[in-house]
């Protein structure tokens, strides 16, 4: 009697201890009978279907899935009893499910069949894999965005495993090179070099390997390329190191530079044969003006002898002579003086320093004073910007365009000159390099105008449309253009004749250091 209790208690404790883990399981469980009812079913269960256990117990079990497994699944059974050959009991596999609420998710399934005396029954292992599901969705998005980024890449992207033996390589870098992708494939990664870099290749992989020391990976540098047709090309290589779980990979980053180097020759050529050209230009007009200078003064010191002793002993058409030969003489000496100052605009030249376009143009306007007050002159003036520049040529600039300005003034009306400024950037949303932003000074004036078909002849040397009417040499105008090229920009005008002038000056806020 004994035995029989103790069995009892021990097969109540068994029962009460697999009820127990049941119930507390992560996963959902859930027994069915031979024709579909379900009998039992665990919390998880329950709660993966969005359920109370009450609601589904009793209930057949296709309600819990969608179509087409919902109307199949009671034929499914009967073949099962039928033939014995069952799809999924044994095996296991990732079906779909469907919640109280009517949304569709994924589980695995796992369905062992059990024969209790003359009772047949089946429990399904439920494992709910819809987070699963959403993280492998996001890491083939992520997988598909980066693929569609190397495959769209406008530069080459190139792969290799640690023997140098290429594993990717993207549409530009194949291009770039003269291949096929396929073509690349497995192939060493100096079929694309040059000698002597395709020679020493491996001895540099190696020396990595052995030494750590890095000549490349992670630094960058200009680098030399071979097309599949022989033909070489500079191109800017950046290298990025890559450890996986059990290896390593090498991913260069592969920017064409072949364009910017053919430029950067240009220009280099360019500047040189333009210093050389600037140079004679410099030495010819110090030079000349240096050699005029003597043959002059000797014009000039017998021209004053002749006024001096025997100006008296001329007839009137000889005192006439000696006073335009004196004063040719003394317009030649100011047009030699003009053309040393204008090869001095850039062959002495001090560095560039901070200046305030403002406090220049009051000490200008201070400087104009006179010839203001006597010409009625008004000046309206707005706030100027503060730019790196030479402030001794910024002088000059504003001098010279005001006092035009007052000379060019209409016979019967006040001269008005209106000074303003504006700060521009020369490409949109690009500051990191000096010369990207300017400012543009504007000097407006109501003078007698030009016609504009004659722009460009304006700012050339020795250039004066209005013959001897006016004081001057005409090369005003040449050293404002000189000294805005020489500070980054320019010089243009628009004008009417009869109405007034605007003269533009483009002048970049920051430069280069010398």
Known sequence: MKDTVDKQEHSLDNSTRLKA??????DGIITID??????????AAARIFGYLPEEIIGKNVKILMPEPDRGNHDGYIENYHRTGVGQIIGKGREVLGMKKDGTVFPFLLSISEVNLHDKQIFTGIVHDISELKKAEAALRESENKINSIIQGAVDGIITIDTRGMIEMVNPSAAKLFGYNAEELLGKSINTLMPEPDRSLHDSYMHHYHVTGEKRIIGIGREVTGMRKEGTIFPFYLSISEVQLSERKVYTGFVHDITRQKLTEERLRRYAAELERSNRELQDFAYVSSHDLQEPLRKIQAFGDRLLTKEYDNLSEQGKDYVDRMLNAASRM????NDLLGFSRVTSKTKPFVKVSLDDI?????SDLEVSIEQTNTKI????????????TQMRQLFQNLLSNAIKFRKENESPIINIYAKNLQRKAHLTATPGDEVTEVYVEDNGIGFDEKYLD???NIFQRLEGQKYEGSGIGLAVCRKIAIRHGGDITAQSQPGIGTRFIITLAIKHPEE
């Open 333 to 336: 000496q100011n047009l030699i």
């Open 21 to 26: 883990i049941i119930d507390t399981a992560i």
């Open 34 to 43: 031979s024709k579909g009812i379900i009998e039992t079913v665990n919390p």
């Open 380 to 391: 309206i003036r707005s706030p100027l910007p503060e730019i790196e520049a030479e402030p």
């Open 457 to 459: 002849r304006i700012f």
């Open 361 to 365: 143009l009051t000490d200008v306007i």
